[in-house]
């Protein structure tokens, strides 16, 4: 960057207004990190755009610059997305707050970036409509940060993720340049499908700051219900059993005993905290067939060896205890200073092997992982309990870290399945990827953003 | 430079600031961050200063003072906060720290500060003789007087803005309408005392008394100290912990605690900081013991109704309709949601309608009326607001500070349905005693 500090600022200022721009340390420490542990990094300033107008002028000047720039929503994600570089212009979107229209006769929302994600399925269920993905951070994450980082939820076994909802955006490239992708229609096979490149691309090929999304009609009914296990491996084989059945839950999810008693002493629900392992299941629908695939559930979870298993007695309950589950992440907290959280997804046949390796993981390096996750799409969030400023401790966790990835690589999943791989998991890219594959992804980076501007070092060097 | 090793925040225990792994699920509960969008006005951007600050990263600035007096202490993220952050503790050590180093100047906010938490707040006398002279000037119609000469022009304007919001001295103060011991007519079965608060006391000795009338009604003797001291919560949240600790001292030596079932507390906000003595004082010789006792029996008036079972009153309480608005500190601060809807859902002939947000600060947060009069202000529109679409004729809440903030409120619309406030023990005093005039 070859303008001083002073200058640009000043620039930013006549173009948002001095208030929307922060520069003052007080102002900038709270925009060093986001959601992941043991990463921080102070930016040079911090910008609120408030239109599409507003992000394209923000851009052309940075270009202009050559001044970096961290996009931003909440700063929730869990891979040091949004976590800023030195000398960086952190471009903080949750000022474009709007929804813009809800079509119900094509069944689509059309929202600016910054709309906080539970906000778009409250505005949706207002017309019996229904937005499927919620990540454990819906109540705070924005659009723009789910749809850059292609997030997950709790419900994506059955309705997918956040991709499957992306019908079109507006995209801010890196030249300031505005584009239109995508439309209202079901069926579209004009041209690439450009919009998908921009899913999951975590701030490094553009700036979404509007989207079109799908909507479903709200299901009529669901049923709630929790199996509690003495074996991590039995839950694991509901899990295969039910899918092998041909049933397809909206959730399973899965905690440990560990995440248990943390999340239980947060929540005081009366979960169960003697239990190795328990799974929370959800089915949803017309209110015959969830009926009947409740029960099936609940016979092939006891037949795979469930203690107990307990129906919710109503949908405020069942609520009550989704709730509880999307706290398990930050529950974990409680225990120890740092929390490193882990990824890790495999194909559903490896789940039993997966979760018993990370157990004996665990123990043969003395460490304290809980494990919870996304059991029904293979996804599992071993979390590490640990100290930051225990360096031999941390020497084994990184071991540790090593072997999960190497087990999972070789189990055929992936190192990321929902959190994106940022700064966190940029070192086991390549392995992943290998050569061709890996080359291919800077291919596209690079012309899209030859100057470097985007999010630089996030994803790979 | 501000950055001496005394500081609290550095000599905290290092786990507390690293407790916090931001994950930022407090962020939607925060009314200041919902406000702003800014992330230093959020509780984890606040503690990452507090952290840079530990860490040597930051100095103690005028800028960081600001931020921890515009956060209004409501306590909304620790009760969001999954990971178990001690905010209180993490929020008056920045504030002490704040007052230590003495970054905000001086002037006349040292004067008010000297007068308030030095003077008043630690002579309850003196605080009712000036309760005495305010209700004298009240009572003469002099209040009346001066704002129709507008005389208030001589105030400075922070003062004059403040001026309206005086709030009505009572007819009699809490002394003059309570015995030290009042027994039940029944059987008595607890012995509890009864403290009496500082605002409380010159405003809504009522209230006091009413919550003496429910206590008798359920079998509780009430011992009641015609002169108590202030429970230290203001000096507490005001970066004053030397003078919280001293009137906290003061407030164990007025009790004999092993005589009593309980001690009753019907402020939200000083319950809140009552319940704590224990830690607050954990590294006096002295007191440490008796004030881990106290904190056991510390009870929020509702909390103890519920607990022992009160009874349900037979007649109704004259209102027909309410809504209940939760104070920070007994939602946030206590835990205490379900009792005083226990208690208002027990009175026959009242609906009670769920105010929404009903958790979210009204603004007044103990004295930020005062000092951020215009974030105070945007939060009681809001809960004004709220108060209106349930239709309720009566908002009920058990906290005096927003109880005058909602008086205030209230009269900024006048076209409202609702025009009352009230606390749930007053309803409930006020059935009990329709029972005796009109038994069922
Ligand atoms: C407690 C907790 C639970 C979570 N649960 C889940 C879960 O169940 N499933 C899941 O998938 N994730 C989960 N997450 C991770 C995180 O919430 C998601 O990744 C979320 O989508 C991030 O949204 P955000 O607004 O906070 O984005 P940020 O963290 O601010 O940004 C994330 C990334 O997206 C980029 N970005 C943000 N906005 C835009 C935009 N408009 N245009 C271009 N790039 C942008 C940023 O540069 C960054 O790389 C959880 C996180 C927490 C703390
Ligand atoms: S205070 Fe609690 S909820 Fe808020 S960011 Fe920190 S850990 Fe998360
Ligand atoms: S106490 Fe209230 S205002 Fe202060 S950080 Fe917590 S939620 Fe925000």
Redesign the pocket.
């Given at each position: 960057m070859a303008i001083a500090a002073s200058e640009f600022i000043d620039q930013l200022g006549k173009l948002l207004g001095d208030t929307e721009v922060l520069s003052e340390a007080e102002d900038l420490i709270p925009y060093s990190f986001?959601?992941t542990a043991a990463l921080k990094q102070k930016p040079w300033c911090v910008v609120f755009p408030r239109s599409t107008d507003e992000v394209a002028a923000c851009v052309q000047l940075a270009a202009k610059h050559q001044v970096s720039i961290?996009?931003?929503?909440?700063?929730?994600?869990?891979?040091?997305?949004?976590v800023p570089l030195t000398g960086s212009m952190v471009l903080?979107?949750?000022k474009?707050d709007r929804i813009i229209e809800v079509d119900a006769e094509n069944l689509t929302l059309r929202a600016q970036?910054?709309v906080i994600?539970k906000e778009i399925d409250d505005a949706a269920a207002k017309h019996g409509l229904f937005y499927p993905?919620?990540?454990?951070?819906?109540k705070?994450?924005?659009?723009?940060?789910?749809?850059?980082?292609?997030?997950?939820?709790?419900r994506g076994l059955k309705y997918g993720?956040?991709r499957d909802y992306v019908m079109g955006m507006t995209?801010v490239l890196p030249s300031g340049e505005v584009v239109w992708l995508g439309n209202k229609c079901v069926k579209d096979v004009a041209g690439y499908s450009l919009k998908d490149l921009?899913v999951g691309?975590?701030?490094?090929?553009?700036?979404?700051?509007e989207v079109l999304l799908k909507l479903l009609p709200r299901p009529m009914a669901r049923r709630t219900m929790l199996a509690m296990y003495d074996t991590m491996e039995e839950a694991a084989e509901t899990v295969s059993a039910i899918i092998a059945a041909k049933i397809i839950p909206c959730t399973l999810e899965f905690l440990d005993q560990m995440t248990l008693k943390c999340v239980e002493d947060y929540s005081k629900i009366g979960l169960p905290t003697d239990v190795a392992a328990l799974l929370l299941m959800e089915t949803d629908g017309h209110p015959a067939a969830v009926e009947d695939e409740a029960n099936r559930m609940l016979d092939i979870a006891k037949k795979h060896g469930a203690r107990e298993v307990k129906m919710a007695k109503d949908d405020a309950e069942g609520a009550r205890l989704a709730a509880a589950r999307?706290?398990?992440?930050?529950a974990l907290a409680r225990m120890k200073p740092t929390t490193i959280l882990e990824d890790v997804t495999v194909p559903r046949s490896e789940l039993v092997k997966m979760v018993r390796f990370i157990r004996e993981t665990a123990e043969k390096h003395k460490l304290l992982i809980g494990t919870f996750g996304?059991m029904g799409d293979g996804n599992l969030h071993p979390t590490f309990l640990t100290n930051e400023k225990d360096t031999e401790e941390m020497h084994r966790v990184e071991i540790a870290l090593g072997e999960i990835v190497d087990k999972t690589l070789e189990l055929g999943g992936t190192v990321t399945?929902?959190?994106?791989v940022?700064l966190a998991k940029k070192a086991f890219l390549r392995q992943q990827f290998g050569e061709g594959s890996y080359q291919l992804l800077r291919t596209i980076k690079f012309a899209l953003d030859p100057q470097k501007l985007l999010?630089p070092g996030?994803i790979f060097d | 430079m501000a950055a001496n090793k005394n500081m609290l925040l550095k000599k905290l225990d290092y786990s507390i600031l690293q407790q916090c792994?931001?994950?930022?699920?407090c962020l939607p509960t925060c009314p200041t961050y919902m406000e702003t969008k800014r992330e230093r006005n959020s509780p984890r951007g606040r503690i990452s200063l507090m952290r840079a600050i530990a860490d040597d990263e930051m100095e103690l600035s005028a800028s960081f003072a600001d931020e921890m007096y515009y956060c209004l202490g409501c306590l909304a993220c620790v009760t969001a906060c999954?990971a178990g952050v001690d905010y209180v503790e993490l929020f008056e050590s920045a504030r002490a720290d704040a007052e230590s180093s003495e970054v905000q100047g001086h002037g006349m906010r040292d004067f008010w500060r000297w007068l308030t938490l030095e003077v008043l707040f630690m002579r309850p006398r003196l605080l009712r003789s000036l309760g005495m002279v305010l209700r004298w000037y009240q009572q003469m119609g002099l209040e009346h007087m001066v704002r129709k000469l507008k005389l208030t022009m001589i105030l400075p304007k922070k003062l004059r803005d403040l001026e309206p919001q005086t709030p009505q001295m009572a007819r009699s103060f809490s002394n003059e309408l309570i015995d030290e011991i009042e027994s039940p007519t029944g059987s008595k079965k607890y012995r509890v005392a009864l403290l009496t608060g500082c605002v409380q006391d010159l405003v809504f000795s009522n209230i006091n008394r009413d919550t003496v009338d429910v206590l008798l009604a359920n079998g509780c003797e009430v011992v009641t100290p015609s002169v108590q001291y202030c429970c230290g919560s203001l000096h507490g949240h005001n970066g004053a912990p030397h003078l919280a600790r001293e009137l906290a001292r003061r407030q164990l030596d007025m009790f004999d605690v092993g005589s009593l079932d309980a001690i009753i507390t019907n402020a939200g906000g000083c319950g809140s900081h009552l319940k704590h003595y224990g830690h607050l004082l954990q590294d006096d010789a002295v007191y440490a013991g008796r004030a881990a006792q106290w904190d056991a029996k510390v009870k929020d008036i509702h909390e103890w109704l519920v607990e022992i079972g009160f009874r349900k009153p037979t007649s109704g309480c004259g209102t027909v309709s309410a809504t209940y608005h939760e104070s920070c500190h007994l939602c946030h601060g206590q835990k205490i949601t379900s009792q005083p809807r226990s208690i208002l859902s027990s009175i026959p002939g009242l609906k009670v309608t769920e105010l929404p947000e009903s958790n979210w600060c009204c603004g007044s947060a103990g004295i930020y009326n005062i000092t951020q009069p215009e974030q105070s202000a945007k939060l009681l529109k809001r809960k004004v607001e709220h108060i209106d679409s349930t239709s309720a004729e009566t908002v009920v809440t058990s906290n005096p500070g927003c109880h005058m903030q909602l008086v205030n409120g209230l009269l900024s619309k006048p076209e409202s349905s609702c025009h009352k406030v009230s606390q749930p023990v007053t309803l409930l005093a006020e059935a009990y005693r329709n029972e005796v005039s009109s038994p069922l």
């Open positions: 986001d959601g961290v996009t931003r929503g909440s700063g929730t994600g869990l891979s040091g997305g949004s903080c979107l949750v474009l970036c910054g994600t993905p919620d990540p454990g951070s819906m705070i994450s924005t659009i723009g940060g789910n749809v850059a980082e292609n997030s997950g939820g709790l993720v956040t995209v921009f691309s975590e701030g490094t090929l553009g700036i979404i700051t999307r706290n398990a992440f930050s996304h399945g929902e959190h994106g940022g999010n996030k | 792994m931001h994950c930022g699920m999954p």
